[in-house]
């Protein structure tokens, strides 16, 4: 497609639950990014990769945190254990090679209750 | 550490009514800064790219500036479509030139 697609677009879970959420990049962007958006502030970097490899992971919060992009194109992001500090909008983002800005999908809201 | 800080929090404009936001970084090393939109319950929208001081982008009513180590976004004669949250992000060399770092934002309100 012409965007960036995330799925589901709202997810509310039980606390303790697992969730996964689904981002289709851009066809051709070899980098993928995970950003972390609670409300009123601006997105935090959670993961980074260039095609399949996983090259920073540094700001996945905790081990419940889990990303994988198996074969370099769709990525997931897996929440273990979900807890009420994990509610925020999970956005991803493609771009190409070098120094440009991203292109953003719209976003996952992820609700614990 | 890389910091960016963007103010006001939340600006208040009537229609027409020209003015400047303005994102103070801190960086080791400015690959690039990034103007973004965020419109309510959708991802931020990329506006700009500068790369080094004195440079300036312009689209329509907003124009970006740069300098060693802040950036202004001006917006002149703004209508009530102008209206989102401004986000300002940079990358840098310290965080291998991929990573953006992004500030809270501006909260721009354009009343017609």
């Known amino acids: 497609g012409a965007g960036v697609s995330q799925s589901p677009r709202y997810k509310v879970a039980k606390r303790g639950q697992d969730v996964a959420l689904r981002c289709d990049p851009i066809?051709?962007?070899?980098?993928l990014f995970w950003y972390q958006q609670a409300l009123g502030q601006g997105p935090e970097f959670l993961t980074y990769f260039q095609n399949e490899a996983q090259l920073d992971k540094s700001g996945l919060p905790s081990d419940r945190f889990f990303a994988e992009r198996p074969e370099g194109s769709v990525s997931t992001l897996k929440i273990q254990r979900t807890q009420q500090e994990d509610s925020a909008v999970y956005l991803c983002?493609?771009?190409?090679?070098?120094?440009?800005?991203?292109?953003f999908g719209s976003g996952t809201r992820l609700t614990v209750v | 550490e890389d910091q960016v800080t963007q103010s006001p929090e939340a600006l208040r404009l009537q229609e027409g009514e020209s003015s400047s936001l303005n994102c103070s970084y801190t960086?080791?090393?400015?690959?690039?800064l990034f103007w973004y939109r965020q419109d309510p319950g959708k991802g931020p929208e990329f506006l700009f790219t500068?790369?080094?001081a004195g440079e300036e982008k312009e689209k329509e009513r907003l124009k970006a500036t740069l300098t060693k180590k802040e950036s202004f976004l001006h917006i002149t004669a703004p209508k009530p479509e102008d209206s989102a949250t401004y986000l300002c992000a940079v990358q840098a060399d310290e965080t291998g030139g991929f990573k953006t770092i992004f500030g809270a934002g501006t909260r721009l309100f354009v009343k017609a």
């Open positions: 500068l790369y080094s």
């Open positions: 066809s051709g962007h070899v980098s």
């Open positions: 983002a493609s771009r190409p090679e070098g120094v440009y800005g991203y292109t």
């Open positions: 960086v080791s090393g400015l690959r690039g």
